[in-house]
């Protein structure tokens, strides 16, 4: 095929050329590759001695005799030095091969083919490193030819995909490829050939004969060329990176499994609900982690039993019955059509046996595991138990994870990966385990939280008065409600005392703070009211022994608070370990506010001391709700301040209310607004008491939960005029029998002929008393109301003392036989005096229970 072109053969890389001497040893002849060679034209050596126009003076001589024996029909190979054109100084070295030839008239002549040495040299260095590099190369090297298939493959190569290098000769990529990889890579060599851009790190997968496994390799592939700039083919290095996609799949499982516990560590436990928080873990697992999964929790800690470590399912699985019962409290699927609650064709550790029947326990169920299915084995031994998977179904993987924390198990999380996803390996099973231990972890928090927020609350309803409580001359109602689920325990209190003449305290508190501290210091405040409201003391005095109370809560032992001195040996210095106690201590001291009223029904008036508390709220009828104008005062827990009363005489059907501040504020409107919605709450204070409360906790926003809720409604109805007796007796002897005469005439119109002789024996002792150890004038008031009281009031100022008389004495036994006649009895003081008085049950129709012989004999 004739081309213009040159051929871009061999010989354009060796420089060969040619010419030809004549019978006579001169140039007859003379290539245009031989004037190239020697930088001459043909004019100017044609007709020319060859060695006086190319060799060096010194080798003329031998080289002229060398000439005469090629003509004489000798070949000869050598190599002869000559001048390189432009170059002074420089010579090259050419092989030289004559071969002896004839002309047309028989003459001797020669044919002389020239090779530059020095090309021919880089030529075979250049083959020698090509060979080298293509033979010897740790990576497999393949030249395509234009057509596509292997022209040449090294050992490399032939180690990879068999047989020997040669034996590859001819083959296609389809050979060694599946086709969607070989398509691939033919598109690629198109591209290469056809754009003579180079391509790097092409990802391509396959398997070699006799191999099981998958193999990745990155190929390098390039357009090769002539000397003359023609393709002749595209060479391709591949590398075997297998191993690098396995440590980078690794690392990015890793990082996969790292963002996964970040997540979890960000997602679980952000409730102490138990259900919320196995969500919780699920919502991170799926599908991040796997296609399905499900948590059972042991029913005995869902419904809060007291167990120690194991007691929730060893006595199952030390019996052999299999596991204690659990509770199925969560699932989550990223597979479309499974079924709520069950992982579709799993079997769930051996069949859980729920609701009386077998196959996965749905959301909410409760079952047990067999004894010996891997679910059991995995609760009753605490390691990770691999559930085989159901051929037919499409689970193939399934991990049974038992959820410990503390040493202790409180359930199982089962994980499950379909068809078509990796089975779970060794990464896998040690991150199920540790977002298992994680979410155990908060399971097992929320359950001691629940545990001890249970008794914290049981704590604090103990503390509370019951839910109807009675008081006479009221009509009372009484609303507690707890922040949210979320929400700790706090400090807030009401009472309803019952005090001597048919008066009431009604009492509302609030310690500042949250928690079970705040609740304990609120029990003990509690305590400390009932117990100064017995001693009948007035609401000032009561707030101000009640602060007293408070300093010393946030003290060692509850007492007065120390200087850090040492007794006895003089001053000492404190120890750092004393200071930082104190300090301590000092810092665990509880503020708290509180309103104490005492009402008189016979007389309708309140009195009311307050602690920092916000002010009662009246609404009398027709009236506008109003807040009281009481002192504020200062918290108690603060001391140095003395308390102030106010007394309120209040009008009959008044509405009375005492409250904390969660009624009224919360973060989303300010304190006043609170307190005006809640006077206007109260605009119809006639409508029935419970009525009135209801109304009030759904107008107000009480749904906040940022605090807990007390309100204490009283309605005032006050004593009947007739239901009162009340007199003035001189300091005289005669006194005595005017009041017993005035108790019977007052019990018989009252129809208390039961109640007379009883009275008459004691309304004698209390006033003979007043006469002998009292002072002024006497007087005497009997109340009816759900039990009978009689008061006797003197202004002495000396309390009477029971005491056990002597055999000797004629007297000092009348205030025992007060004690064992009567149904309670004692004295308090009064801003003029004293009062003693007793009650007495009103009589229900049964006799009255007659004095037993060894009472009679106590009094002598």
């Keep these: 095929m004739w081309q213009s072109s040159p051929p871009g053969s061999i010989y354009d890389y060796i420089r060969v050329a040619?010419?030809?001497?004549?019978?006579?040893?001169?140039?007859?002849?003379?290539?245009?590759?031989?004037?190239?060679?020697?930088?001459?034209?043909?004019?100017?050596?044609?007709?020319?001695?060859?060695?006086?126009?190319?060799?060096?003076?010194?080798?003329?001589?031998?080289?002229?005799?060398?000439?005469?024996?090629?003509?004489?029909?000798?070949?000869?190979?050598?190599?002869?030095?000559f001048r390189i054109p432009g170059e002074n100084s420089v010579r090259g070295l050419a092989e030289i091969y004559v071969m002896p030839s004839e002309t047309d008239t028989r003459e001797r002549a020669a044919l002389c083919i020239v090779v530059d040495v020095r090309a021919l040299r880089r030529i075979e260095t250049d083959l020698a490193a090509s060979q080298a590099i293509f033979g010897q190369s740790p990576f497999g090297f393949v030249l395509f030819g234009t057509?596509?298939?292997?022209?040449?493959?090294?050992?490399?190569?032939?180690?990879?995909?068999?047989?020997e290098a040669d034996d590859h000769r001819g083959r296609t990529v389809e050979d060694y490829l599946t086709r969607p990889e070989a398509e691939r890579l033919t598109a690629t060599l198109r591209r290469v050939l056809e754009t003579g851009d180079a391509v790097t790190d092409l990802q391509l997968v396959g398997t070699p004969p006799g191999s099981m496994g998958r193999r990745h390799w990155s190929m390098n592939l390039y357009r090769v060329h002539s000397g003359s700039g023609r393709p002749v083919g595209i060479a391709g290095l591949a590398t075997d990176v297998t191993q690098r996609h396995i440590a980078a799949r690794e690392a990015a499982s890793a990082r996969r499994n790292l963002a996964l516990l970040n997540e979890a560590s960000a997602r679980i436990g952000n409730s102490l609900d138990l259900e919320t928080t196995a969500r919780e873990l699920l919502d991170v697992a799926v599908p991040g982690f796997c296609d399905l999964a499900s948590v059972d929790l042991y029913q005995g800690l869902l419904t809060g039993e007291e167990a120690s470590p194991g007691s929730w399912g060893g006595r199952h699985h030390e019996s052999g019955t299999g596991s204690a019962e659990l509770r199925r409290v969560a699932h989550a699927s990223a597979v479309s059509d499974a079924l709520p609650g069950v992982i579709p064709g799993a079997r769930t550790g051996g069949t859980a046996e729920a609701d009386g029947g077998t196959g996965p326990p749905e959301l909410g169920s409760v079952h047990r595991y067999p004894f010996h299915s891997p679910c059991a084995v995995a609760l009753r031994t605490g390691r990770v138990e691999d559930v085989p998977g159901d051929e037919r179904g499409f689970v193939h993987s399934t991990l049974a994870v038992p959820m410990v924390a503390h040493d202790i198990v409180v359930g199982l999380v089962q994980f499950s990966r379909t068809k078509g996803s990796e089975p779970f390996g060794e990464r896998d099973r040690a991150l199920a385990t540790e977002l298992a231990a994680r979410a155990a972890v908060c399971i097992d928090n929320a359950r001691l939280y629940r545990r001890e927020h249970e008794r914290a609350l049981i704590l604090q309803r103990s503390l509370l008065p019951p839910g109807?409580?009675?008081?006479?001359?009221?009509?009372?109602?009484?609303?507690?409600?707890?922040?949210?689920?979320?929400?700790?325990?706090?400090?807030?209190?009401?009472?309803?005392?019952?005090?001597?003449?048919?008066?009431?305290?009604?009492?509302?508190?609030?310690?500042?703070?949250?928690?079970?501290?705040?609740?304990?210091?609120m029990g003990e405040l509690r305590t400390a009211v009932r117990t100064l409201a017995l001693l009948d003391l007035e609401p000032a005095e009561v707030l101000s022994a009640l602060d007293e109370v408070a300093r010393g809560l946030g003290t060692p032992g509850g007492g007065e608070r120390s200087d850090g001195f040492g007794a006895g040996g003089g001053a000492q210095w404190p120890s750092r370990a004393a200071h930082k106690s104190r300090e301590a201590d000092l810092s665990e001291v509880y503020l708290a506010t509180c309103v104490y009223a005492v009402y008189d029904p016979v007389t309708r008036r309140c009195t009311f001391a307050n602690a920092g508390h916000l002010p009662p709220v009246v609404a009398e009828p027709g009236e506008p709700a109003t807040l009281l104008d009481v002192p504020p005062g200062m918290p108690l827990g603060v001391g140095g301040e003395p308390f102030e009363e106010v007394e309120v005489e209040l009008k009959e059907g008044s509405l009375l209310a005492l409250y904390t501040d969660g009624l009224v504020e919360s973060r989303d409107h300010p304190l006043d607004e609170g307190l005006d919605a809640f006077r206007q709450a109260l605009a119809e204070p006639s409508q029935p008491l419970e009525d009135v409360c209801d109304h009030v906790l759904t107008t107000l926003d009480t749904r906040h939960g940022e605090d807990d809720i007390a309100l204490l409604m009283a309605r005032?109805?006050?004593?009947?005029?007739?239901?009162?007796?009340?007199?003035?007796?001189?300091?005289?002897?005669?006194?005595?029998?005017?009041?017993?005469?005035?108790?019977?005439?007052?019990?018989?119109?009252?129809?208390?002929?039961?109640?007379?002789?009883?009275?008459?024996?004691?309304?004698?002792?209390?006033?003979?008393?007043?006469?002998?150890?009292?002072?002024?004038?006497?007087?005497?008031?009997?109340?009816?109301?759900?039990?009978?009281?009689c008061e006797v009031w003197d202004a002495g100022l000396v309390q009477p003392r029971r005491r056990r008389a002597r055999d000797t004495d004629e007297g000092g036994r009348g205030l025992q036989l007060v004690g064992l006649l009567s149904a309670a009895w004692g004295s308090r003081r009064t801003p003029r005096g004293k009062t003693v008085w007793f009650e007495l049950a009103l009589p229900d129709g049964e006799p009255a229970a007659e004095l037993s012989v060894e009472q009679l004999l106590s009094m002598y």
């Design 468 to 521: 109807d409580p009675e008081a006479a001359g009221l009509d009372i109602a009484c609303r507690y409600l707890p922040g949210n689920t979320a929400t700790e325990v706090g400090g807030d209190w009401f009472d309803v005392i019952e005090l001597p003449g048919h008066r009431t305290a009604l009492v509302v508190g609030d310690v500042m703070g949250r928690g079970l501290r705040a609740a304990v210091a």
């Design 18 to 81: 040619s010419f030809s001497i004549g019978p006579d040893g001169l140039i007859e002849q003379w290539s245009r590759r031989a004037a190239g060679l020697f930088g001459m034209a043909s004019d100017e050596v044609v007709g020319k001695d060859p060695v006086e126009a190319f060799m060096p003076a010194e080798l003329r001589p031998d080289a002229h005799r060398r000439v005469g024996e090629i003509l004489d029909g000798k070949e000869w190979t050598g190599l002869v030095p």
């Design 147 to 163: 057509d596509f298939t292997v022209v040449r493959a090294n050992k490399r190569f032939a180690t990879v995909f068999g047989g």
């Design 716 to 789: 005032i109805q006050g004593l009947a005029p007739n239901a009162v007796g009340d007199w003035r007796l001189p300091r005289e002897l005669r006194s005595v029998s005017r009041a017993r005469e005035l108790a019977r005439v007052q019990l018989t119109a009252w129809g208390l002929d039961e109640l007379v002789d009883t009275t008459e024996l004691l309304v004698s002792e209390l006033v003979t008393n007043a006469l002998r150890y009292g002072e002024g004038e006497i007087r005497l008031r009997l109340l009816r109301d759900r039990t009978l009281v």
